[in-house]
């Protein structure tokens, strides 16, 4: 339900718990790089930056969502958890 809830809310901010915020110190935060070559390339005045998520266990953005909800199913007392992976697997 919490993760629900969170999904529904109208606040600009949800806090984060410990438990979780503990386990992002292990990666997070991943940098983030100006992409100079694309704003020549696009000849934009714009700057543009990507976040590289290679820095996460597992390469990509997965872990981002997978720890939380697997922290707020332990809090509801489920025992067995799959997550989605974000590309449809």
Not at 6 to 34: A, F, G, H, N, S
Not at 49 to 64: F, R, T
Not at 65 to 74: D, I, K, P
């Amino acid at each position: 339900m919490s993760l629900i809830a969170q999904e529904v809310t109208t606040e600009r901010d949800v806090e984060i718990p410990e438990p979780v915020r503990e386990i992002y110190k292990l990666w997070r935060p991943t940098p983030l790089y100006r992409a100079r070559r694309l704003e020549k390339a696009l000849a934009t005045p714009a700057r543009i930056y990507y976040k590289y998520e290679g820095v996460s266990p597992a390469g990509s953005h997965k872990p981002n969502t997978a720890v939380a909800q697997a922290f707020y199913n332990r809090e509801a007392g489920v025992k067995r958890i799959t997550t989605e992976t974000g590309a449809g697997q």
